[in-house]
């Protein structure tokens, strides 16, 4: 309670200071004099800033009796930059005019100008360096934003509107990208292959999202790599890890070059959990970007990446609290033995972009991924579980009073998995008049090999579990032979597939001439066809925007179609290993209606973005998630829904900073295909009927965060961000038991980060010719308090069975409240 009183009164007071304030207003203009809209206009050296309206005009609030430099940038258009001095109170016109520089970006963006019309929302990737989090930083970022929610903060995965993780699409310069398969937990999951040192561009929805992405259910991330027109970069080195990135340009501007390495180590993170040991995880990733202009109309690129993951663990022991004042017990576990993963991957992908005229744009992409993964364990553990004293008043208060369980057991597995996927697609867009017409087609092929070897022995007060059949009571013993031990779990699989998936859309976005118009359309159709189920799959998909002639800036939106996601691999495949080869795409209706309001409140830019949806699913195949791991029923079936509504308001809570606060209320359920409840034999008892609807895995009914930057007024050089990520109940259930019995509730999720840092090298900053700091164009030192408040979350459970067949849910915690520091340079 203290810390949570003396963090509030920090953020207070923090607040409460911002006073001496100027303001600087204008309007930014390309070489036409036409207003550019989503122009970033800062203050050098502080977080966030404004961008202009749709035409042009910006006004922020600045500190003022202090020289600050004003920065201007605009992807494609040359960096302005205005050194200014202001009085308290005063007002500063600042008219700028933006010059196209000499190279273009290759990618088919969307006009900024439609941006606001669609179903995706634009982030400036610049925000996510200032994120507190012990994990990717872009990642981190989206976990704020409404519909998105997470429980985990070791890992870069997260589930939209009801979904999980494999309903998330990722694209990469046009490239979608895939995750590892065999990764069980946060602790393994390493690096995610999005480097936020490279971004440049960053387009997001939750749903509703056009034809011409591809064929997942809940959610797409849509990223573009710089392509810069200048030598740059930047370093970091941080108790978790460190980065280093740079780029420039070569041979007249016409080859460009961006080049990331990242290195990982969460070690330090680790050591805080409640199992001791020794934990080396080490996680290494290098990206490249080469572009080169052939001539004005032609321009090939590669984008590469070789990732390096390895977890070793040898643990040690572990002492876990849990239950209830009133019936608190501890579980104490000795282990021996270790645990070695390892999961390289391999991706690159070439482009040739060809831009005929002014007006057309044609892309031919080829692209390859390749992940060799390996999990091998032998984890012997000894468990003890006792009750504790919970009397206040008592000598042995917290101490073991009763010993209710004793056993043992041992894990094993040999587990190998390699994953070949090659793409050739073809992407193409055309300008005509006030329509936008998109198209393309995609070849892939699928390689996998997976073979499975795990078990899992279970000794309990000193019986194997399930228990063989003794000879008590026979008169021959001896002539009693058949006696079978079995083992609690066994898992011994070999499979593979080969595959080829041949996709198309078409779409166009049309509306009256710009000046006139209120009504944006989107239309298009996507189609899809895997030769393994031998399934063609047609989705139609339509957004529909209108602004209305009202006083208020209002923007009014419904978007909406058939949503598809064919299975890869691991829905194919069930709790024991085998392979479903019939398995049909699960299928997902979307229904969204938005709305956002440009507003100004205390003479300050703000927005408030609200959608309500409700989403159809049928031909589910029903899972459920145990850490990061998602295991699915792939002979069953389910149909279900989602529906809820997502809110959001951001702005400048602190002037020329961008902030923002999200709310998510959600319900999804599911219903399973001939599903009885179970008699004590495990039978179905059809007298008592279905269990009807149940909750699916990611119903967490309410979802909040807040991302919060600020800074000392008379010294800007100061600042500070937080993030708070609230999540309701998931749901959970014994193992081997029937799905409808996983409607149990996990304790909520709840953390705090929060980071201060010091600018020590700024744009203000002059150095003499023979300072070796000249190079830097900034440098920070920052401190973060990663779980301020100390929540321990809990992000899976661990059952233990006494002979007796009762089962204990051992709540397994995440990390607590651990200090980074780290220091970022760029030059």
Same mark, same amino acid.
């Given at each position: 309670?203290?810390?949570?009183?003396?963090?509030?009164?920090?953020?207070?007071?923090?607040?409460?200071?911002?006073?001496?304030?100027?303001?600087?207003?204008?309007?930014?203009?390309?070489?036409?004099?036409?207003?550019?809209?989503?122009?970033?206009?800062?203050?050098?050296?502080?977080?966030?800033?404004?961008?202009?309206?749709?035409?042009?005009?910006?006004?922020?609030?600045?500190?003022? !009796?202090?020289?600050?430099?004003?920065?201007?940038?605009?992807?494609?258009?040359?960096?302005?930059?205005?050194?200014?001095?202001?009085?308290?109170?005063?007002?500063?016109?600042?008219?700028?005019?933006?010059?196209?520089?000499?190279?273009?970006?290759?990618?088919?963006?969307?006009?900024?100008?439609?941006?606001?019309?669609?179903?995706?929302?634009?982030?400036?990737?610049?925000?996510?360096?200032?994120?507190?989090?012990?994990?990717?930083?872009?990642?981190?970022?989206?976990?704020?934003?409404?519909?998105?929610?997470?429980?985990?903060?070791?890992?870069?995965?997260?589930?939209?509107?009801?979904?999980?993780?494999?309903?998330?699409?990722?694209?990469?310069?046009?490239?979608?990208?895939?995750?590892?398969?065999?990764?069980?937990?946060?602790?393994?999951?390493?690096?995610?292959?999005?480097?936020?040192?490279?971004?440049?561009? &960053?387009?997001?929805?939750?749903?509703?999202?056009?034809?011409?992405?591809?064929?997942?259910?809940? #959610?797409?991330?849509?990223?573009?790599?710089? $392509?810069?027109?200048?030598?740059?970069?930047?370093?970091?080195?941080? &108790?978790?890890?460190?980065?280093?990135?740079?780029?420039?340009?070569?041979?007249?501007?016409?080859?460009?070059?961006?080049?990331?390495?990242?290195?990982?180590?969460?070690?330090?993170?680790?050591?805080?959990?409640?199992?001791?040991?020794?934990?080396?995880?080490? /996680?290494?990733?290098?990206?490249?970007?080469?572009?080169?202009?052939?001539?004005?109309?032609?321009?090939?690129?590669?984008?590469? !990446?070789?990732?390096?993951?390895?977890?070793?663990?040898?643990?040690?022991?572990?002492?876990?609290?849990?239950?209830?004042?009133?019936?608190?017990?501890?579980?104490?576990?000795?282990?021996?033995?270790?645990?070695?993963?390892?999961?390289?991957?391999?991706?690159?992908?070439?482009?040739?972009?060809?831009?005929?005229?002014? $007006?057309?744009?044609?892309?031919?992409?080829?692209?390859?991924?390749?992940?060799?993964?390996?999990?091998?364990?032998?984890?012997?553990g000894q468990y003890w579980i006792g009750r504790l004293e919970s009397s206040f008043g008592s000598e042995n208060f917290g101490d073991?009073?009763?010993?209710?369980?004793?056993?043992?057991?041992?894990?094993?597995?040999?587990?190998?998995?390699?994953?070949?996927?090659?793409?050739?697609?073809?992407?193409?867009?055309?300008?005509?008049?006030?329509?936008?017409?998109?198209?393309?087609?995609?070849?892939?092929?699928?390689?996998?090999?997976?073979?499975?070897?795990?078990?899992?022995?279970?000794?309990?007060?000193?019986?194997?579990?399930?228990?063989?059949?003794?000879?008590?009571?026979?008169?021959?013993?001896?002539?009693?032979?058949?006696?079978?031990?079995?083992?609690?779990?066994?898992?011994?699989?070999?499979?593979?597939?080969?595959?080829?998936? /041949?996709?198309? %859309?078409?779409?166009?976005?049309?509306?009256?001439?710009?000046?006139?118009?209120?009504?944006?359309?989107?239309?298009?159709?996507?189609?899809?066809?895997?030769?393994? !189920?031998?399934?063609?799959?047609?989705?139609?998909?339509? #957004?529909?925007?209108?602004?209305?002639?009202?006083?208020?800036?209002?923007?009014?939106?419904?978007?909406?179609?058939?949503?598809?996601?064919?299975?890869?691999?691991?829905?194919?495949?069930?709790?024991?290993?085998?392979?479903?080869?019939?398995?049909?795409?699960?299928?997902?209706?979307?229904?969204?209606?938005?709305?956002?309001?440009?507003?100004?409140?205390?003479?300050?830019?703000?927005?408030?973005?609200?959608?309500?949806?409700? $989403?159809?699913?049928?031909?589910?195949?029903?899972? /459920?998630?145990?850490?990061?791991?998602?295991?699915?029923?792939?002979?069953?079936?389910?149909?279900?829904?989602?529906?809820?509504?997502?809110?959001?308001?951001?702005?400048?809570?602190?002037?020329?900073?961008?902030?923002?606060?999200?709310?998510?209320?959600?319900?999804?359920?599911?219903? &399973?295909?001939?599903?009885? %409840?179970?008699?004590?034999?495990?039978?179905?008892?059809?007298?008592?009927?279905?269990?009807?609807?149940?909750?699916?895995?990611?119903?967490?009914?309410?979802?909040?965060?807040?991302?919060?930057?600020?800074?000392?007024?008379?010294?800007?050089?100061?600042?500070?961000?937080?993030?708070?990520?609230?999540?309701?109940?998931?749901?959970?259930?014994?193992?081997?038991?029937? $799905?409808?019995?996983?409607?149990?509730?996990?304790?909520?999720?709840?953390?705090?980060?929060?980071?201060?840092?010091?600018?020590?090298?700024?744009?203000?900053?002059?150095?003499?010719?023979? !300072?070796?700091?000249?190079?830097?164009?900034?440098?920070?030192?920052?401190?973060?308090?990663?779980? &301020?408040?100390?929540?321990?979350?809990?992000?899976? %459970?661990?059952?233990?069975?006494?002979?007796?067949? #009762?089962?204990?849910?051992?709540?397994?915690?995440?990390?607590?409240?651990?200090?980074?520091?780290?220091?970022?340079?760029?030059?």
């Open positions: 309670m203290r810390t949570a009183f003396f963090f509030l009164f920090f953020i207070i007071t923090f607040s409460a200071i911002s006073q001496e304030r100027a303001v600087v207003r204008g309007k930014i203009t390309d070489e036409k004099g036409k207003g550019i809209e989503l122009v970033n206009v800062a203050v050098s050296g502080l977080p966030g800033g404004t961008m202009t309206d749709r035409k042009g005009m910006f006004e922020m609030e600045v500190p003022a !009796n202090v020289e600050i430099y004003i920065s201007i940038t605009y992807i494609g258009l040359e960096k302005g930059v205005e050194k200014i001095f202001l009085k308290p109170g005063e007002i500063f016109e600042l008219n700028k005019v933006l010059k196209s520089v000499y190279t273009e970006l290759p990618q088919i963006e969307i006009a900024d100008e439609q941006i606001r019309a669609s179903t995706m929302t634009r982030i400036d990737p610049k925000v996510a360096m200032n994120v507190p989090t012990s994990s990717d930083k872009i990642p981190a970022l989206l976990k704020t934003l409404p519909g998105v929610s997470s429980n985990n903060e070791l890992s870069s995965q997260y589930s939209v509107r009801g979904g999980n993780y494999d309903e998330n699409l990722v694209y990469v310069n046009d490239i979608e990208i895939y995750r590892p398969y065999l990764i069980r937990s946060g602790q393994q999951e390493g690096l995610s292959f999005i480097n936020s040192d490279l971004v440049s561009s &960053l387009l997001f929805s939750a749903g509703g999202f056009e034809a011409k992405y591809g064929d997942k259910m809940s #959610s797409v991330l849509d990223l573009q790599y710089k $392509k810069p027109n200048e030598f740059g970069g930047s370093a970091s080195v941080s &108790l978790l890890g460190a980065s280093f990135h740079l780029e420039g340009t070569a041979v007249k501007k016409k080859f460009t070059y961006l080049t990331g390495v990242r290195y990982k180590t969460n070690q330090y993170l680790l050591n805080g959990l409640e199992t001791k040991g020794d934990y080396k995880p080490s /996680f290494l990733d290098i990206q490249t970007l080469f572009s080169y202009d052939i001539s004005k109309k032609v321009e090939v690129s590669f984008l590469g !990446n070789i990732a390096n993951n390895s977890y070793r663990f040898v643990p040690e022991t572990r002492e876990t609290d849990f239950g209830t004042y009133q019936d608190a017990r501890r579980l104490t576990i000795y282990f021996d033995g270790q645990e070695i993963d390892r999961f390289m991957t391999y991706f690159g992908g070439a482009t040739v972009n060809f831009k005929p005229n002014k $007006k057309t744009r044609l892309k031919i992409i080829a692209s390859g991924f390749n992940s060799a993964e390996s999990e091998s364990y032998d984890i012997l073991v009073i009763e010993t209710q369980g004793v056993g043992s057991y041992l894990n094993h597995a040999r587990n190998t998995m390699s994953i070949n996927v090659f793409n050739l697609a073809h992407k193409g867009t055309m300008e005509m008049g006030n329509k936008l017409l998109q198209w393309g087609v995609k070849y892939q092929n699928e390689q996998i090999r997976d073979e499975m070897n795990e078990w899992i022995l279970i000794d309990s007060a000193g019986y194997s579990i399930p228990r063989p059949q003794d000879s008590i009571g026979y008169t021959d013993p001896e002539a009693q032979t058949d006696y079978p031990f079995n083992i609690y779990e066994l898992i011994k699989t070999r499979a593979s597939l080969n595959s080829n998936r /041949f996709t198309a %859309y078409i779409q166009n976005t049309w509306g009256t001439d710009p000046d006139i118009s209120k009504v944006t359309f989107t239309a298009g159709i996507r189609a899809n066809y895997w030769d393994n !189920n031998n399934q063609l799959l047609i989705s139609p998909r339509l #957004s529909i925007s209108y602004i209305p002639d009202w006083k208020r800036d209002f923007l009014l939106r419904l978007s909406g179609g058939l949503y598809y996601q064919p299975p890869f691999y691991r829905e194919l495949k069930d709790l024991n290993g085998g392979l479903n080869p019939d398995q049909k795409a699960q299928t997902s209706v979307h229904i969204v209606a938005g709305s956002d309001y440009n507003f100004k409140a205390w003479g300050r830019p703000f927005k408030f973005v609200s959608e309500i949806y409700y $989403k159809y699913l049928d031909n589910l195949v029903p899972y /459920f998630t145990d850490n990061v791991r998602i295991r699915y029923y792939a002979f069953e079936q389910s149909h279900g829904y989602a529906a809820g509504i997502d809110m959001k308001v951001n702005g400048e809570f602190v002037p020329g900073i961008e902030s923002w606060m999200s709310l998510s209320v959600m319900k999804t359920q599911e219903d &399973l295909y001939g599903d009885y %409840y179970l008699d004590k034999n495990g039978n179905p008892d059809y007298s008592m009927g279905e269990p009807g609807y149940i909750p699916r895995p990611s119903d967490q009914r309410v979802s909040a965060s807040i991302f919060f930057q600020d800074y000392l007024p008379k010294n800007p050089s100061y600042k500070m961000s937080l993030t708070t990520i609230f999540g309701s109940s998931l749901t959970f259930g014994p193992p081997d038991s029937p $799905k409808y019995r996983h409607i149990l509730r996990m304790p909520p999720y709840w953390r705090v980060d929060i980071g201060f840092s010091k600018e020590i090298i700024g744009t203000q900053t002059r150095f003499t010719s023979k !300072n070796p700091f000249r190079v830097f164009e900034s440098l920070w030192l920052t401190a973060e308090v990663l779980n &301020l408040l100390q929540r321990n979350n809990t992000v899976s %459970y661990t059952w233990v069975t006494d002979i007796t067949g #009762s089962q204990y849910a051992v709540p397994n915690y995440l990390t607590p409240r651990q200090i980074n520091v780290k220091l970022i340079a760029e030059f």
